[in-house]
């Protein structure tokens, strides 16, 4: 029984480790599904919308969570708008 116990822990914890790097991974993509049409493959804005390169992750993160349609329809959990804000923060302006 002791021995099982720290097993479980450990697969617990390596399947979460890894669920953030699947997550990782996969904000790039989300980023060109959700985001590029708008404001640019790299951030860089569109027409008319503002360039978002370079803004805080908390912004983006407060605009993605209270936007109007057609943002609001995202579908994106916490984890990966959080993990989008990083994304743009990060992008070269």
Same mark, same amino acid.
């Given at each position: 029984?002791?021995?099982?116990?720290?097993?479980?822990?450990? !697969? $617990?914890?390596?399947?979460?480790?890894? @669920?953030?790097?699947?997550? #990782?991974?996969?904000? =790039?993509?989300?980023?060109?599904?959700?985001?590029?049409?708008?404001?640019?493959?790299?951030?860089?804005?569109?027409?008319?919308?503002?360039?978002? !390169? $370079?803004?805080?992750?908390?912004?983006? @993160?407060?605009?993605?969570? #209270?936007?109007?349609? =057609?943002?609001?329809?995202?579908?994106?959990?916490?984890?990966?708008?959080?993990?989008?804000?990083?994304?743009?923060?990060?992008?070269?302006?």
């Amino acid at each position: 029984m002791n021995r099982i116990l720290p097993a479980v822990v450990l !697969a $617990g914890l390596s399947s979460t480790v890894g @669920a953030g790097h699947a997550l #990782a991974a996969d904000i =790039p993509a989300l980023y060109q599904k959700h985001c590029a049409a708008c404001h640019g493959g790299n951030g860089q804005g569109g027409t008319a919308t503002p360039a978002i !390169a $370079g803004m805080p992750a908390s912004t983006v @993160a407060k605009v993605v969570n #209270a936007h109007p349609p =057609p943002m609001d329809r995202t579908g994106m959990t916490a984890d990966e708008v959080a993990a989008m804000g990083r994304y743009v923060a990060n992008l070269k302006k």
